[in-house]
Nanobody, 124 residues
Framework: QVQLVESGGGLVQAGGSLRLSCAVSARTSSLASMAWFRQVPGKEREFVATITRSGGLYYGDSVKGRFTISKDNAENTLYLQMNSLKPEDTAVYYC??????????????????WGQGTQVTVSS
């Protein structure tokens, strides 16, 4: 069983930055891919970004150019650097992980392991 624990959320003004962290109980070097999703109450969980074991990256259109996903295999930690934040980025952010084929996957149902989420609020 892989456990994921997010941290780094909070309240920030529009235009500001935050860095989210996700501590992983397994070796991140063994996971096929990891991802960040976000969710607003009453809406479906939205794909934000993913990174594969081999370093492949993919971003959702709404965050492309502003957010950067990365991982530190030595620390078994996943990161999401969020710059130029907008009020519409307000959501609970979740990290997710999966074993298996090393491919880019943007579908939440493909990920087996999830963190508890961290709230990000961007004020206008």
């Amino acid at each position: 069983q892989v456990q994921l624990v997010e941290s780094g959320g909070g309240l920030v003004q529009a235009g500001g930055s935050l860095r989210l962290s996700c501590a992983v109980s397994a070796r991140t070097s063994s996971l096929a891919s990891m991802a960040w999703f976000r969710q607003v109450p009453g809406k479906e969980r939205e794909f934000v970004a993913t990174i594969t074991r081999s370093g492949g990256l993919y971003y959702g259109d709404s965050v492309k150019g502003r957010f950067t996903i990365s991982k530190d295999n030595a620390e078994n930690t996943l990161y999401l650097q969020m710059n130029s934040l907008k009020p519409e980025d307000t959501a609970v952010y979740y990290c997710a992980a999966r074993y298996g084929t090393v491919i880019v996957i943007r579908t939440s149902s493909a990920y087996s392991y999830w963190g508890q989420g961290t709230q990000v609020t961007v004020s206008s």
